[in-house]
């Protein structure tokens, strides 16, 4: 019997942090999710494909992102396609942070949360949990001061955290 051959879509993940170590959540049919794009036919590499697309997204310059490694890759098969992410850990300068500018349909939907404080929220997306998870098991430094002394996590409100994007989240 011969062996089938399957394709998946490729796509890049930007797994964004600021100097604080805050990571950059987008708004996306009503969940946080992380930026992410599909490999356009010419492109050499899903790290050509990040940058493209967090200039398109983002609104910063491709010098202005710096794409530090590579956390891993997740399959996901979502009922239209096998899809293959490839999760880039990358940080951008303070200034360049405050400049994100995420889009869609018109608004300025985004947020900085830590890995911590984001891997609690209800509202995040599957595939960004799995990839702040991958994060975290490789830098265990980054669940950090949010944890109490019984290693529980201490109940804090999303939407406070809203003032540092553009606008609160209702999620």
């Not at 993940?13 to 100097?19: A, D, E, H, M, Q």
């Not at 490999?39 to 050499?44: D, H, I, L, Q, R």
Request: glycine fraction near 8%; proline fraction near 5%; charge should be positive.
């Amino acid at each position: 019997m011969g062996k089938e051959r399957v394709s998946a879509a490729p796509v890049a993940v930007g797994f964004i942090r600021n100097p604080k170590s805050e990571l950059l959540l987008v708004g996306r049919l009503n969940l946080l999710t992380l930026p992410t794009g599909h490999m356009k036919p010419g492109e050499k590499s899903l790290k050509e494909t990040l940058v493209r697309e967090m200039v398109e997204e983002l609104s910063i310059k491709p010098d202005q992102i710096k794409i530090t490694e590579s956390l891993g890759t997740l399959f996901r098969d979502n009922g239209s396609g096998l899809k293959v992410f490839e999760i880039f850990s990358c940080k951008i300068g303070q200034g360049t942070a405050d400049e994100v500018r995420y889009k869609e349909d018109g608004e300025v939907i985004h947020m900085w949360l830590t890995p911590a404080q984001a891997i609690r929220s209800s509202a995040l997306d599957p595939l960004a949990r799995e990839a702040i998870s991958m994060f975290i098991k490789k830098y265990p430094r980054y669940t950090g001061p949010q944890s109490n002394k019984e290693g529980s996590w201490r109940k804090r409100d999303l939407q406070d955290q809203g003032a540092r994007g553009q606008r609160a989240v209702n999620f």
